[in-house]
């Protein structure tokens, strides 16, 4: 026999659905406790349950007197934050634009080693249960931008988003509206891990920096999580001799 949910985690499974789905914004009250009791059949106990587990994991923020809001996660750390590098130059005095080099849809057929790694996909499952309308359908989205300071570029973006949490990210405009940006509005982000590696410039990755082949770059890899898996992972290339990372201990 399938093992029931509790209540309490169906309650948490609803409002997180709300949330990922752009119902409720970062910000925004959600429904009252009294409210999700009746529209669960539970009790008052079993929603604060729920949303105190929520609130302890940082989707929620409950103020007293006020009701219960979607948090905005923010990371903050001594060294790297999930920053948004339009807004950064901008507040620098810094003339930014940004240059979307490419989107597409990736699909099951055309994963990498390092994307079901670091997206946990099953490939032995996929190919197992894959048919002809599944193999077009779209498991990440990719999108490569580079980002500019004054006319030079300053930093080249490969990032690879969930599909099937956010399916309207391919339709944004990424020379407008930066990437951080809308994943921070549509998804509370709970957690991250990067890693920064210096590594000379490939060819491509040179041309579109405007340095020379094998340049240094500081490279940033970042996986961002919501809803405990991964939402998106990114590699910023930063040209060396115009980029640094900075921060106070």
Do not use: C
């Not at 079993?46 to 949303?51: F, G, I, K, M, Q």
């Not at 005095?93 to 080099?101: K, P, S, T």
């Not at 359908?137 to 931008?145: F, G, N, P, R, S």
């Not at 490279?219 to 115009?242: C, D, I, N, P």
């Amino acid at each position: 026999m399938t093992k029931q949910v509790p209540a309490y985690q169906r309650i948490k499974n609803a409002i997180l659905d709300n949330i990922h789905s752009g119902k409720w914004q970062a910000g925004e009250a959600i429904s009252t406790e009294m409210a999700l009791a009746e529209e669960f059949g539970v009790s008052r106990m079993t929603v604060n349950r729920a949303l105190k587990e929520l609130s302890e994991e940082r989707v929620l923020e409950r103020r007293q007197g006020s009701g219960t809001f979607v948090a905005q996660q923010q990371f903050n750390h001594t060294f790297v934050e999930v920053r948004n590098i339009a807004q950064d130059l901008r507040s620098a005095n810094r003339d930014y634009q940004a240059q979307v080099v490419s989107k597409r849809v990736i699909t099951t057929s055309m994963l990498d080693d390092e994307l079901r790694r670091k997206f946990a996909i099953d490939s032995a499952a996929i190919s197992g249960a894959r048919s002809a309308a599944d193999s077009s359908a779209a498991v990440l989205y990719e999108v490569k931008i580079i980002h500019f300071a004054d006319g030079l570029p300053i930093q080249f973006e490969e990032r690879w988003v969930d599909a099937q949490k956010l399916p309207e990210f391919i339709e944004q405009d990424f020379s407008i509206i930066n990437t951080s940006e809308y994943l921070i509005a549509k998804s509370p982000l709970e957690r991250g891990s990067y890693t920064i590696r210096a590594l000379a410039a490939p060819d491509e990755i040179a041309a579109l920096l405007q340095i020379a082949p094998q340049s240094p770059t500081l490279v940033l890899r970042r996986q961002t999580y919501s809803a405990g898996k991964v939402l998106t992972f990114v590699k910023m290339w930063h040209a060396g001799e115009r980029y640094q990372f900075a921060g106070e201990l």
